[in-house]
Every structure is written in structure tokens, then in C-alpha cells.
């Protein structure tokens, strides 16, 4: 079949790569001329494994091209993914301005039949409105439908995401478009869901806003556990194995990061808001995460008496492993709250320094993690990365001014530091 990706970010490129492996002939098309030049000559601007490999090899055979021509690209067509931004207003709600702005430009461009679909997070009735506008300013009398594909990609995990998915969420108002659509998805063999359009964007919705909920359930417990003197990570181990709660997303932590849940909570809990329903569980799961940021910091203030003029050495800055992404990421705040109070910070991050230097300031850089804790008062661990599980802790209390580790993901056992001089503070434990 022949698809054509608006947007050639993260979800764009990792989509028309997957879908050009499934043996679709695609074109990923984008207005910025420049990445365009560069993604032809083999560049993938972001970082995600099995990405590169699939585009070159996709990109030798014919079956991914890469375009700045809009009217071509979308004419060559049949099946037309919107998958640009839909970056958040200073309200929470997203701002659609992309989306509307290429609807408008298939509804001139089209000559014939286009399915186009919504592949980008957006609020439930986008749908509709893409359908509206293609109708409003299309210039030929062209049949075309909309539908509503919601991805669920991890970021770094999106190639096997999008080869292996739990599910493909359909939203579709015609057999025509239905059909198109279990055609494309057909050689990956996995349950498809499929339903009217606006379900399908609710499905989106619900599901992001639900493994929050399960990330802010899980990190009140752990605030209880603390209270308590249990352990989170036997209470999350025990719940877990209740099949109808399931292991997954129930570490507790400094919070959830990243470019999708804490813009995705806030965009669902305006759109309630609009549909009159004051959604105050999502409120209530956003202020939770706040509040998990600013406790670890509490409790290293708590260690350490006065923060004023000490040195926090912190371990990872990327909003999870195996990313250099810093959107949302908690070190981004914890780090400010560290420096309000006084604190001097030292970092270490396995990816994610380049992006860092130019977000974060004052903060003085290393390349080690050993070279992080010399000198430090405390070491405070934000991301859990595999480097760090494996620390020559007899080394780290050396270089250490004061042996104070702050374990903001719980990789560590607790119980081996202190044996080892240690003050651990960990999450829920
Ligand atoms: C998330 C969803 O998992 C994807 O299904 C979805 O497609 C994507 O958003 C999106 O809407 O585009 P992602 O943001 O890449 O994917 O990252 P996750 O792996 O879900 O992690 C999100 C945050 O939650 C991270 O900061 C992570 O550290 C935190 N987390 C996760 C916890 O604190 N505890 C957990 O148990 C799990």
C-alpha cells in the first residue's frame, strides 16, 4: 500500500519505518527542508534502537523515501498519517494549530479517494474537526474519510513496540476506511480493536492517564511505607502478582517524566474539564508526582541539616534510561529545588549531558559517576540506569564528604549500604 507520514518526528519516522519493513511503500514527509536533506542522506535525528538499521534498509529497497513536497507526497497516497506536534498551551490543553494547519493543506492538495488518519496524541474530538475542515476547504470532489490510530509507543522502545504491540486501536466511520486500515496492519497478527473514532481517541487518553495513575498509586503507597517502616517494593511485588492489577508500572520513584504523561495528564484533565467533569483523581495522580519530587529533596535536606553550600553529586538526568530526553525529566526540577536551597550540583548522565548543558545552569558536569560522588555530600540517584546498579559503593564512601545516598529509583539494597557506613534513603522503604 502506499502511505504517507506527515511529520517526521519520533512517532512519524518510527511509524513509516515499521510500516516500510511491513513492506508498504511510504514517503515521510515533513516542511522542514533541512531534515529532509539530512534524512535522505541517512541521518535519524533521534535516537532509538533498531531505528537507523530498519531506515537505510528500508531506504535501499525503495520502500521509504523521504519528502519536503507536500501535494506529491500526499497525492501518491491512499492512507494519509498526521504526526506532527501537538505541543501543550500554558493551559495544559494542546495546541492543534499543526494538525488543523496540514488538514487544510490535504483538503487542497487531494486529487483523489484519502484515508487520513490521526496518529498524533490528540483530545477526543479531533476526529471530527480534521473532518470538518478537509470538507470545508477541499477543492475537488474528492471522497475521503477520517480514522483515528492512537500509537502506543515507548521511547526506546518504540521499533519493538510497534512490531510486537498488545494491541492497533482503530477508529473508523466507513468499511472502506476499516478495511484500509486492517490491510496495513495485517503481517503484524495481534488483536485489533476497532471502534468509532472518538473511542478510539479516548483509548489514548484513558490509557496514558490510567499507567500514571498506577505510577501515582504506587508512590502514595511507598509514602505510607515510609511512614510505616514497610517496604514498597514487597508491597508493589505483592500486588502485582494479582493478575488483574499486573507487575507493571508500579515502581515507586521520583515520578513520571517524559514528553507524553505529564503533558497527556494535563491535556485529559482540561478536556473533562470542558466536557463538564472535573476530573480530580487525574488532579489528585498530577499532584502526587509533583509532591514525589519535592519530598527526595526533603529527605536529603533532612540528612544533610542545611543544604546551603553543600554538594549534591546527582546520577542521571534523562526522564528514563536508555534516552538522552530530558522533557518533563523530575532531575529537571529536583535539581532546581536542590539550587534554591543553596546547594551546589554535580552531574552525571550516561546520554543525556550534551542535551543538559543547554537546559541546566551551574551545573558542573562529569564524566563519571565516581567523579560525581568526590567531594559530594550526598549522592542522589534520578534515573536507573544499568551503569549505576553496578557502583563500587566501598569506593564511592572514599570519595564521598558525607556517606549519604539518595536512591530516587530503589535500585539499591538498602540494607548493603548501611552495612557498608551508609545512610540510605530510598522511596517507600
Ligand atoms: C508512554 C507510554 O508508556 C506509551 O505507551 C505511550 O505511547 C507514550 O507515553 C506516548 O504517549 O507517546 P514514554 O513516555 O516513552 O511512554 O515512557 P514510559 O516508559 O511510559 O515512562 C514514563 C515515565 O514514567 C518515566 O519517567 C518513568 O521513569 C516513569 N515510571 C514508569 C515510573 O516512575 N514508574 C514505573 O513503574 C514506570
Known amino acids: 500500500m502506499n502511505i504517507c507520514i506527515i511529520g517526521a518526528g519520533h512517532v512519524g519516522l518510527v511509524t ?54 507536500f501535494a506529491e507526497s500526499v497525492n501518491e497516497a491512499e492512507v494519509i498519517f498526521i504526526a506532527v506536534g501537538t505541543p501543550p498551551k500554558e493551559t495544559g490543553e494542546a495546541d492543534l494549530t499543526y494538525v488543523e494547519n496540514v488538514a487544510r493543506q490535504i483538503a487542497t492538495a487531494m486529487r483523489s479517494y484519502k484515508l487520513v488518519v490521526e496518529k498524533s496524541t490528540v483530545p477526543v474530538e479531533t476526529g471530527e474537526w480534521i473532518k470538518r475542515t478537509i470538507q470545508a476547504y477541499k477543492k475537488r470532489q474528492v471522497p475521503f474519510d477520517v480514522g483515528s490510530n492512537p500509537e502506543f509507543l515507548r521511547e526506546g522502545s518504540a521499533v519493538q513496540d510497534f512490531m510486537h504491540p498488545d494491541r492497533i486501536v482503530i477508529g473508523v466511520e466507513s468499511q472502506r476506511a476499516k478495511n484500509l486500515l486492517m490491510e496495513l496492519y495485517k503481517p503484524l497478527k495481534v488483536p485489533i480493536v476497532v471502534t468509532d473514532i472518538k473511542s478510539a481517541e479516548l483509548i489514548k487518553h484513558a490509557s496514558n492517564s490510567f499507567l500514571a495513575t498506577k505510577i501515582s498509586f504506587i508512590n502514595a503507597i511507598a509514602m505510607i511505607c515510609e511512614q510505616v517502616g514497610a517496604d514498597v517494593l514487597k508491597v508493589s511485588e505483592g500486588m502485582g502478582m494479582d493478575r488483574r492489577i499486573g507487575p507493571s508500572f508500579l515502581s515507586a520513584g521520583v515520578g513520571y517524566g517524559g514528553s507524553c504523561f505529564p503533558k497527556d495528564i494535563d491535556a485529559f484533565i482540561h478536556i473533562a474539564g470542558k466536557s463538564g467533569y472535573d476530573f480530580q483523581l487525574l488532579k489528585a495522580v498530577r499532584e502526587i508526582n509533583e509532591a514525589q519530587k519535592r519530598r527526595l529533596v526533603q529527605k536529603i535536606e533532612k540528612a544533610l541539616w542545611i543544604l546551603n553550600d553543600k554538594t549534591i553529586g546527582v546520577l542521571g538526568l534523562a526522564f528514563k534510561p536508555d534516552t538522552d530526553d530530558m522533557r518533563n525529566a523530575p532531575a529537571i526540577d529536583i535539581i532546581a529545588m536542590l539550587q534554591q536551597a543553596g546547594a551546589k550540583v554535580k552531574a552525571y548522565d550516561p546520554q543525556a549531558i550534551p542535551l543538559a548543558k543547554t537546559l541546566l545552569k551551574d551545573v558542573q558536569f562529569c564524566q563519571a559517576p565516581y567523579e560525581v560522588a568526590r567531594r559530594s555530600d550526598a549522592l542522589v540517584v534520578l534515573t ?14 572514599k570519595l564521598l564528604r558525607q556517606p549519604v545516598v539518595a536512591d530516587g529509583r530503589n535500585i539499591y539494597d538498602p540494607k548493603k549500604l548501611e552495612q557498608l557506613g551508609f545512610r540510605y534513603i530510598g522511596v517507600g522503604r
Open 16 to 69: 513509516g519505518a515499521c510500516f516500510a519493513d511491513l513492506g508498504h511503500r511510504v514517503t515521510c514527509l515533513d516542511n522542514n527542508r533541512q531534515k529532509i536533506q539530512s534524512l535522505k542522506r541517512g541521518a535519524i535525528p533521534i535516537y532509538e534502537p533498531g531505528l537507523e538499521e530498519l531506515a537505510h534498509r528500508n531506504s535501499r529497497l525503495g520502500r521509504l523515501r523521504f519528502s519536503d513536497k
Open 384 to 397: 536507573e540506569w544499568n551503569e549505576f546498579k553496578e557502583l563500587d559503593f566501598v569506593r564511592i564512601k
